[in-house]
């Protein structure tokens, strides 16, 4: 954001013209409602935000902040102040540059006499790096629940950055809406009342999920790697329209995407984009932490995505039966894309540019879960009764598993088992490269530990996928272990987890991945203990990923 500094002055009472009266009158008074946060680190930069809350929104106000190293050593400390107002809905983000390599900070601001609460962030280590502690986040519906394990996040010893890998808010309404059967969902229904698609919406959205005190606790702990998923925007977007959106009565999609984005970078820790890259390309970027990683994040939802293939809508039925083989071939079209030739390319130049410079690890971070999920036979697989506790409709969608399951198909359409020849791609870059990628994945509302194979069976990756923060999962619904029956009928999945709340912890060193699947007690009161659900290691193996052993 560009400062008019002589405007920041006179805004703070500063400038040497501003006149004592003005110097001297009564401020129409600010608040910080929303916490503050910090993001993208590198080794010398990261971004610092917050939002200041007007008494009236219609006037800039002047800001100042300060950034001051943990270790009180001498040097290091910046400060600096700017102007803010309605057209970035008051909301801050300073990207400092200048700071050193590997070091801790405490930030804050202060707006018209009033001080924000204090952050502590981090840029990464440059050279050599003994470990590194993850987080990764996803899919936080607000009505579902309670925010525990961003609390859970915010109380851990030690974590160097968190990753939210998408669905970080949810676009639905009110009544009758997704998760508003929620215990909860009366004291937490969203704002404003209805799905949102307008500038004023988006903000509303984000303002209320950024008023969660366990999330700003997690924000104000350690700076965030944000991506985007489908919600941010609608229910399973993708480059030109979504499944939630319906242009007769909500608009032009490109209108409407171009809105959410804008929000989003307002309200988040995303440093904004370089010169000539729109807002959606700008979210794929990179991230080295010393000799140990290269962190890279994904965007498969709105540059290049085709439009999600649907067992409902697009399966061809020949005398009364499912045509697979036809499905098949849909699928198996190599111009459907989930991502551009471009990200492609550059997926590949940074896998191979962090294994050539000898790093242990390749962290990706994708929106949607990569393994090759099959569906369960609910005749088979399910245990008797398991579908009892489904309405009518649910209990038909599910029966409808039974010959797409016997024929081995995917589960998520949604998720890279719907664009598979995309997917072999990106393994085929990757084994080129050399590299020992580690997938870390949202959406899926559940917890999983797969090893990742190409079409030849060669183990190419591993991949663990957070479960929600709040929003419901398989396991909640069927009341049974369905996670079980993924990881029966799924050659890639390791482990499956459909009920538990919570994320999973990375803890990365040169000679071992240890992931920790975290899950909180309830998200249907305040008070909630935190356990690992499992944990599982995976070492390095020649060029590649050895395979996940539990710990």
Known sequence: MRIDRRKALTLLGLGAATPATAQTAKPLGVTFQHGVASGDPTQDRVVLWTRITPESPHRDIAYAWSLNPVDRRAGGARKGSG????????TVKVDVGGLDAGRAYTFAFTAEGVT???????????GPTRDAVIATTSCALYPNGYFNAYQAIADLPRVDVVLALGDYIYEYGGAGTYGMDSPVAGERPHDPPH???????YRRRHAQYKSDPALQAAHAKAPWIVAWDDHETCNNSFSTGGQNHQPDTEGDWTARKATALKAYYEWMPIREPAAGQSLAEASARSFRIGDLAQVIMLETRLTARDSQLSYDTDLPVVDGRPDIDAFRRKLADPSRRIMSAGQEAWLGEHLARSAAAGHAW??????VVMGRLILPDPDTDFPPGALDNLDEGGKRRVRRWGPLARAGMPYGLDMWDGYPVDRERVYEIATRAG?????????????WANELSDASGKRVAVEFGTTGVTSPGGGDALKFDIGGAFAKVSPEVVFCDQAAKGFVLLTLSHDRLKAELMAVSTIHAKAFTTRAVKTFEARPDGKGVSALKEV
């Open 195 to 201: 799905e949102i698609v307008t500038l004023a919406d």
């Open 435 to 447: 590299a020992r990628p580690v997938v870390v994945s949202g959406d899926s509302h559940a917890f």
């Open 116 to 126: 924000s609460p204090t952050g502590r962030t981090r840029t990464l280590p440059d």
């Open 83 to 90: 102007v803010t107002g309605p057209d970035r809905d008051f």
């Open 362 to 367: 390749q962290v990706i971070g994708s929106g």
